[in-house]
């Protein structure tokens, strides 16, 4: 059984930081993209930040590129993104997915990923 656990969101004020951690279980972890995801209340929900089984591919939603890093430790099945001077407009719900689709120009959920319960984001103006 697959799962895929998030943490480290919580309330941050602007211009602030916050690292968001994702363990995976029951997945071999470094042969799989992982991504960040995120929807806020009444948005669909989009790609944040994808990245492929060996860190050497990524994708950042233009919106965020330059502020947030993604990165994966593969020995410890975990996948971070390191989030700075966050906005207003980054509060949302933030999932981890595993096996999403991820070319160098999108990031999107696929009919095989799975899903984290998401952890809240809340940036203060």
């Known amino acids: 059984q697959v799962q895929v656990v998030e943490s480290g969101g919580g309330l941050v004020q602007a211009g602030g930081s916050l690292r968001l951690s994702c363990t995976v279980s029951?997945?071999?972890?470094?042969?799989?993209?992982m991504g960040w995801f995120r929807q806020a209340p009444g948005k669909e929900r989009e790609g944040v930040s994808c990245?492929?089984?060996?860190?050497?591919?990524?994708y950042y939603a233009d919106s965020v590129k330059g502020r947030f890093t993604i990165s994966r430790d593969n020995g410890g099945a975990t996948l971070y993104l390191q989030m700075s001077s966050l906005k207003p407009e980054d509060t949302a719900m933030y999932y981890c997915?595993?096996?999403?689709?991820?070319?160098?120009?999108?990031?999107?959920?696929?009919?095989?990923?799975?899903w984290g319960q998401g952890t809240q984001v809340t940036v203060s103006s």
């Open positions: 029951g997945l071999t972890f470094d042969v799989n993209n």
């Open positions: 997915a595993a096996k999403p689709r991820l070319r160098s120009d999108y990031c999107s959920g696929s009919p095989s990923s799975y």
């Open positions: 990245i492929n089984w060996s860190g050497v591919v990524t």
